[in-house]
């Protein structure tokens, strides 16, 4: 057997009763799902979460004094972008508390620093108190209660427009590979959704199963590599465009250069210049593209 040892005293599960996760869909609020086909760098997350926390049964649990104070704090990870940052926090006095405190979450994400799985993780804290037992909490951060829900932010190319064709009739050059991504970027200012086309061929077996909706393993490893394939071309045509590694304006939301200088805050969260990757992208592509792999997290 084999015993566990706790450093502090920890209260029960059900000291917390967090409600589901929300989200936003136009204007009406529906529960936060598995999976969020929709998605691309221009969504914004609305997020909201209730919580009711027995604060008495804590600081008895916890044998915490009458000052105890207690925090609640929120954090969002994402599997591609490796961003982690806390996203709402809530300090309160809880030890002279009869009834249960009440706690309501509302907050958003924006989509060009969150990517491939979200992690959104919740967790009470011990902030301060004095204490009546040795074995008490007595450290500003230790976790005395904690849960995680994780959401898929897919986005597999459905943001873009996207066309089914027979390559063998009309890309004959090409006509086994199972998409085609065309990038406009002439004009940054022009609308993005108006630049970018996926085309998927139709007679490629495995496009055949994505667009009949199948969701065996292969299917959706193909999915994914639509998705890395066109975040790679996205980036290179960033790269490779002047006038937007250049830095010297600001794009309007929505333009070609708005969502190609967002996508390479996402890639490269820590602020990479963008001169040196266009420098990069040209002298060794092919770590290029396995970054690009990398960072979507194929």
């Known amino acids: 057997m084999r015993l566990v040892t706790r450093p502090f005293l920890l209260p029960t599960e059900d000291v917390v009763l967090p409600s589901e996760w929300d989200t936003r869909e136009g204007v009406e609020r529906v529960a936060l799902p598995q999976e969020m086909s929709g998605w691309d760098y221009q969504t914004k997350l609305f997020l909201s979460r209730s919580f009711e926390i027995s604060d008495r049964s804590i600081v008895a649990q916890c044998q915490l004094g009458l000052n105890a104070r207690l925090g609640l704090i929120v954090t969002a990870r994402s599997s591609t972008t490796k961003v982690v940052r806390p996203?709402?926090?809530?300090?309160?006095?809880?030890?002279?508390?009869?009834?249960?405190?009440?706690?309501?979450?509302?907050?958003?994400?924006?989509?060009?620093?969150?990517?491939?799985?979200?992690?959104?993780?919740?967790?009470?804290?011990?902030?301060?108190?004095?204490?009546?037992?040795?074995?008490?909490?007595?450290?500003?951060?230790?976790i005395l209660w904690r849960d995680a829900k994780s959401v898929y932010l897919e986005g597999q190319g459905s943001q873009f427009p996207t066309y089914c064709e027979d390559f063998s009739r009309t890309r004959y050059e090409i006509r086994n590979a199972p998409w085609a991504v065309e990038v406009e970027d002439d004009d940054l200012d022009a609308s993005f959704l108006g630049s970018v086309r996926v085309f998927l061929n139709e007679n490629h077996k495995g496009v055949r199963k994505l667009l009949e909706g199948s969701r065996d393993g292969a299917t959706l490893q193909l999915a994914r590599q639509l998705e890395v394939d066109v975040a790679r071309q996205l980036a290179m045509a960033a790269l490779h465009n002047d006038v937007l590694t250049s830095g010297e304006r600001a794009w309007d939301e929505g333009t070609v250069g708005a969502v190609l200088a967002n996508l390479i805050t996402m890639l490269w969260p820590t602020g990479e210049n963008p001169k040196h990757l266009s420098n990069l992208v040209r002298a060794n592509p092919s770590f290029f593209d396995a970054y690009i792999a990398h960072a979507r997290g194929l």
């Open 87 to 142: 996203i709402w926090s809530d300090i309160w006095a809880a030890g002279s508390r009869n009834e249960p405190s009440l706690h309501q979450l509302e907050t958003v994400l924006e989509g060009y620093d969150m990517g491939g799985r979200l992690t959104l993780t919740s967790t009470v804290v011990f902030y301060s108190s004095s204490s009546i037992s040795e074995s008490a909490p007595s450290k500003v951060g230790q």
